[in-house]
């Protein structure tokens, strides 16, 4: 803002700037005249403007004094010389040289930065007297609009009548006026009247008659002492709410002493009066928690003597305030010899540290009895470091130390019932904080007795189950009559690992006292078997569902097989002999292909119906080099594990830890599969890259397989599902039945398959299998003579197109064969005719196949029985002789498993032997 363009307040510095008998004049930051004043005009004999634009150097005399101050147009050179007031010489417009005394000062704007001078010119031709006048005039009206321009405090000036001439910057802050919207407004309009406000503290404030009055009677003393001091009142802002200010106010009178107006100086107290308004809402918090605290509080000088008591203190010693005040701590303290040196340890840790937290003291009533406390103490100090005082805040704990006092002789009388007890007993106050802890709690938890004792019994409770515990107990306090009731949950030990565990929990009264105690068993074990349990219900069911399918698509593939074998034997060109029709030859790989495909389902059949099949005793098991048949898997993966993976980029390390094995009792093809299946779903869960390691031990009368990955792991959410049937994790992509197929095959051979995994750690498979004392059946071999014998057989079959095929395949070998739907038509026939072997269906409407075969025993018990089935049937021998059974064929078939199976049924009667 420029000098010569201010507001209203430097209106009267225009008049002198106009009137004034000394020559004035106002340059640029350059240098430049922006104006002068008339006096300054004449005197160098120039007209109004005339000088406007001139630069400074142009009226200045060239002497070298002046040249060397002003040659530069940095007009700061004015105010930083020591030349200034100088005396100089100006150029007048006819070319006379003009005696002055020049001096200046700078103007600078918001920023700090200089960007005019003013120039006073005092002409030396004239009386010295009139000059200082001019000078005086000048000095105290630049010294008022400094005062008033860089005050913090708002100022205003009023004339004699109230009305407002003369307002500062932050005054217009203060009250969010603009200077022409303030000045010549009356006191009384910035004044509230009575009535109801909000004050910029935000208070509702109401301006009463006593307020006005109050007003009235310091402007009477100001008329009256001419000066007020450290006055509060309000000011009305500008949106209406009104400010709390602190005013000095001092009446102005001119020579005669006459009044001509007063001048304000006021302070915004709005944030002091907020801070007045905290501290009081602080004291009354502070004053009502000392009075209705249930704890004792006693508020001592620097040497020990109470100030201050509450209410509890009274209550608690007997004492009254009067009675307390003025005594020393000293004279309420329990005496003997004990308590002396007990206090003389607080004392001196009080000194040392400050303050001391849950020191108990024995305190001693006005009755003479004792009071056991606990006090939480902290010295005052002023700003210096120097103590002033203390205070306590002290709590009787008199009913805490007799239920400890009967917790004890509780512990002490059920110790060594507790101590010796096969389940873990925690006991707890209605708080839950625990206050018994038995050795079987430590070794099912981790925890040891002095490091849990105290701690809440939630510690000892998975996050999952903390609410559920928190419903118990709040059941039990509204309840204390409430019935003993087991609870099943999960256990959290020291280390993290959580357990399945059951509780059941009572209430205890001791001395008025109420104790939860609750009694746990680890059920860990308990709950694996019933999950193994489930997992066999699961896949029996699956089984029971499946053997139905599998029935049937048996009965179809036994066709199939069948009649693909029976043809390809009869277009097979005799031995030595090349087959020339192309025709004949496209036609043998097409049934080569049929046979395979009708095999690969027979295989794929034989899996669904192994989902349930438990064999206790089986006679296809034989000695299993386990270390071979992990040998073997990794071959029979190699392509995926090396080759695959390093064509992606990937590297699979494969660690061997085989140790010496006895052989188990097993299929090895089974086995394999299982371990296959492992290597399969490590591959998977490592894209990246990872290891397998594989260790093999002997465990007492077990072999134990260790299978490990460094793979992604499997939540902890799905580990109960893993062994499901079609539970999968890998989309589409896969069928879910490795696991639970691995599952029954381990559990076939009497052994448990076992997961533990970690997220983004890996995989740990263990699989424990048994070894047995026969480790294997030797199989009879049956030498059959080179020459084949021909039978009567009778086939009792019901669905037809495995009768035709029976007949086909048995005709074919030069055998008699007499077929029948039903098993009562068969018995029917069979009594009628002699039979070297009898083939029967095992499910048939109306009579069985074990039915058929107990009544051809009866008529005759030595024509040989083969069972037919597509339920896959395993029965060991002693099962199969008692149910009149001696050879049993799965369905599909073979062309020559059958003719095996008949040469091997008549061979005994050849000979005249019985079976």
Not at 244 to 251: F, M, N
Not at 639 to 652: C, L, P, Y
């Amino acid at each position: 803002m420029k000098f010569y363009d201010k507001g209203n307040s430097l209106k009267y510095l225009k008049g002198i700037f106009e009137t004034a008998g000394e020559g004035i004049f106002i340059v640029d930051a350059d240098g430049r005249l922006l104006r002068s004043n008339p006096t300054f005009d004449k005197l160098l004999g120039y007209e109004k403007d005339e000088l406007k634009g001139k630069l400074f150097t142009e009226i200045a005399h060239k002497d070298a004094k002046v040249q060397k101050i002003t040659s530069t147009s940095k007009i700061h050179h004015f105010h930083r010389s020591n030349e200034f007031p100088m005396d100089m010489e100006f150029i007048h417009k006819g070319g006379i040289a003009v005696p002055v005394r020049l001096r200046s000062t700078l103007i600078k704007d918001e920023k700090g930065k200089v960007v005019e001078a003013i120039g006073i010119v005092e002409d030396l031709r004239e009386d010295k007297g009139e000059r200082k006048l001019v000078q005086k005039v000048w000095e105290t009206q630049e010294t008022l609009h400094n005062v008033l321009a860089n005050s913090g405090d708002a100022i205003f000036v009023a004339d004699a009548n109230g009305r407002i001439t003369i307002v500062n910057g932050a005054l217009l802050q203060m009250l969010g006026y603009q200077e022409d919207e303030i000045v010549g407004k009356h006191l009384i309009e910035l004044s509230p009247y009575e009535g109801n406000f909000t004050t910029t503290t935000r208070e509702d404030v109401s301006i009463t008659e006593e307020y006005l009055n109050h007003q009235i009677e310091k402007a009477n003393e100001l008329f009256e002492k001419g000066k007020v001091t450290n006055y509060e009142l309000y000011l009305i802002h500008k949106d209406g709410k009104i400010v709390p200010i602190e005013a000095t106010i001092s009446v102005l009178k001119d020579q005669q002493g006459e009044r001509r107006g007063s001048i304000a100086i006021c302070r915004d107290i709005t944030e002091r009066k907020k801070a007045e308004e905290e501290i009081k809402e602080s004291r009354d918090f502070l004053e009502n928690i000392f009075k209705t605290s249930a704890d004792g509080i006693i508020v001592t000088d620097s040497q020990g003597f109470i100030t201050m008591v509450n209410e509890a203190v009274e209550r608690m010693i007997g004492y009254s305030q009067d009675e307390l005040i003025g005594k020393h701590t000293l004279e309420l303290s329990a005496k003997g010899k004990e308590y002396k040196e007990k206090g003389k340890k607080f004392v001196t840790k009080l000194f040392e540290e400050g303050f001391v937290v849950g020191a108990e003291h024995t305190w001693l009533r006005k009755d003479g009895s004792l009071v056991d406390t606990e006090r939480n103490v902290a010295l005052f100090r002023d700003s210096e470091g120097n103590i002033t005082g203390a205070v306590a805040s002290i709590r009787d704990i008199t009913e805490r130390k007799k239920a400890e006092e009967a917790l004890k002789k509780s512990e002490e009388k059920y110790h060594s019932v507790i101590e010796n007890a096969s389940d873990a007993i925690i006991s707890t106050n209605k708080e839950g904080m625990i206050i018994t802890f038995n050795k079987r709690a430590e070794e099912m938890f981790g925890h040891s007795h002095e490091e849990i004792l105290g701690k809440p019994f939630l510690l000892l409770a998975t996050p999952n189950e903390r609410g559920r515990q928190r419903d118990i107990f709040r059941k039990f306090e509204t309840n204390i009559n409430s019935t003993k009731k087991i609870y099943e949950g999960k256990g959290l030990k020291k280390d993290g690992q959580e357990f399945d565990l059951e509780s059941s929990v009572s209430f205890l009264e001791v001395h008025g006292e109420y104790i939860i105690t609750s009694f746990l068993r680890d059920i860990s074990e308990r709950k694996s078997m019933e999950h193994k349990l489930l997992q066999s219900e699961k896949l029996k069911s699956l089984g029971e569902l499946a053997g139905g399918v599998a029935h049937d698509f048996n009965n179809i593939l036994a066709a199939i097989l069948g009649r693909v074998q029976l043809l390809r034997m009869q277009i097979d060109t005799p031995p030595g002999k090349e087959e020339r029709r192309k025709s004949t030859r496209d036609l043998k790989k097409s049934l080569d292909v049929i046979e395979k495909a009708s095999l690969d389902g027979a295989e794929t059949v034989r899996r669904i119906q192994e989902f349930s099949r438990r064999r206790e005793e089986d006679k296809y098991f034989t000695p299993v080099d386990l270390n071979k048949a992990i040998e073997d898997a990794l071959e029979f993966t190699k392509v995926r594990w090396k080759n695959e993976a390093e064509s992606k980029g990937t590297i699979i390390h494969v660690k061997k830890k085989l140790s010496p094995l006895s052989p188990i009792a097993g299929s090895a093809p089974e086995l394999r599969e299982v371990i296959t299946n492992l290597i399969n779903n490590a591959i998977d869960a490592m894209p990246q890259g990872g290891e397998i390691r594989i260790k093999t031990l002997m465990d007492n009368r077990h072999v134990v397989i260790k299978f490990e990955d460094t793979g992604s792991g499997i939540p902890k959410a799905f580990m109960y599902n893993i062994f499901d049937p079609f539970f999968t994790t890998k989309g589409p992509k896969a069928t879910g039945l490795g696991l639970s197929v691995s599952y029954g095959i381990i559990n076939r051979h009497g052994g448990n398959i076992k997961v533990d995994s970690i997220e983004d750690q890996g995989t740990t498979f263990s699989i424990q299998l048994p070894l047995s004392e026969q480790t294997g059946k030797e199989e009879n071999v049956i030498s059959t003579s080179k020459e084949e014998r021909k039978a009567r057989i009778l086939v009792i079959e019901d669905e037809q197109d495995v009768r035709d095929l029976l007949k086909d395949i048995l005709t074919e070998d030069g055998h008699e064969v007499k077929t029948t739907p039903h098993g009562n038509k068969g018995i029917k026939v069979f009594r009628q005719n002699h039979f070297d072997l009898v083939f029967t269906d095992l499910g048939m409407p109306g009579m069985s196949g074990w039915q058929v075969a107990e009544e051809i025993k009866k008529i005759n018990r030595k024509t040989p029985v083969a069972l037919i089935t597509g339920w896959g049937v395993q029965l060991n021998h002693s099962e199969l002789k008692k149910s009149g059974v001696d050879f049993v064929v799965n369905k599909p078939f073979e062309v020559d498993q059958v003719l095996r199976l008949v040469q091997e049924g008549i061979e005994p009667k050849r000979k005249g032997k019985t079976r």
